[in-house]
Nanobody
Framework: EVQLQASGGGLVQSGGSLRLSCAASGFTRDDYSIGWFRQAPGKERERVSGIKNSDGSTYYGDSVKGRFTISRDNAKNTVYLQMNSLKPEDTAVYFC?????????????????WGQGTQVTVSS
């Protein structure tokens, strides 16, 4: 059974930083792509960042480019999202998601496996 356990959310002031972690288990191989999505109250789910299994290529949503960095530790089956220069509009529940194999376009990626989400709140 695939499980994704996200952690690291919290309350931070505008301009601050947080690092989210997502521990993956249950994949039979390391051959899976993984990433982060977020959803704020009353808004649609938004793609934040993803990292391909094949070559480690990283992708970011336009609203977080230059501020967020995704990384992956395959030895620990963990993906991280370093979030810097946080803004109040980054406030959302952040979900870790993964799927075996790769994706062609991050904006169309529809992973099948999802974690429970972690709340990030940025105060102004």
């Amino acid at each position: 059974e695939v499980q994704l356990q996200a952690s690291g959310g919290g309350l931070v002031q505008s301009g601050g930083s947080l690092r989210l972690s997502c521990a993956a288990s249950g994949f039979t191989r390391d051959d899976y792509s993984i990433g982060w999505f977020r959803q704020a109250p009353g808004k649609e789910r938004e793609r934040v960042s993803g990292i391909k299994n094949s070559d480690g290529s990283t992708y970011y949503g336009d609203s977080v480019k230059g501020r967020f960095t995704i990384s992956r530790d395959n030895a620990k089956n963990t993906v991280y999202l370093q979030m810097n220069s946080l803004k109040p509009e980054d406030t959302a529940v952040y979900f870790c998601a993964a799927d075996p194999g790769t994706f062609l376009l991050f904006r169309l990626w529809a992973p099948r496996y999802w974690g429970q989400g972690t709340q990030v709140t940025v105060s102004s």
